[in-house]
Nanobody, 129 residues
Framework: QVQLVESGGGLVQAGGSLRLSCAASGRTFSSYAIGWFRQAPGKEREFVAVINWSGGSTYYAESVKGRFTISRDNAKNTVYLQMNSLKPEDTAAYYC??????????????????????WGKGTMVTVSS
């Protein structure tokens, strides 16, 4: 199994920036997809961004494209989500997740969190007006 620990959430004013981190430990495979979902109170969990660990291909939700950047640090076994130009509608709990399935990034981009089995506990991001 793999353990995922998110950090970096907090309170920020609209237009500000935050960087979320997801540190992975334990069993890993040579090829997997790791990324982020978010869930606001009373709303469905939605895809944010994903990266393929090998190759580094990235995919983003339309709502965050151009504002958020996902990246990885192989030496630190950590994935980052740089969040710029934050809006109040970005307020949500942000969850790091990993899929080991073949073509696992599909379950991120197709917004199928029920098909992803490894999750962090989440970190809260609150953007004030």
């Amino acid at each position: 199994q793999v353990q995922l620990v998110e950090s970096g959430g907090g309170l920020v004013q609209a237009g500000g920036s935050l960087r979320l981190s997801c540190a992975a430990s334990g069993r890993t495979f040579s090829s997997y997809a790791i990324g982020w979902f978010r869930q606001a109170p009373g709303k469905e969990r939605e895809f944010v961004a994903v990266i393929n660990w090998s190759g580094g291909s990235t995919y983003y939700a339309e709502s965050v494209k151009g504002r958020f950047t996902i990246s990885r640090d192989n030496a630190k076994n950590t994935v980052y989500l740089q969040m710029n130009s934050l809006k109040p509608e970005d307020t949500a709990a942000y969850y790091c997740a990993v899929s080991y399935a073949t073509g696992g990034s599909y379950y991120f981009t197709a917004n199928l969190p029920q098909s992803i089995n490894y999750w962090g506990k989440g970190t809260m991001v609150t953007v004030s007006s």
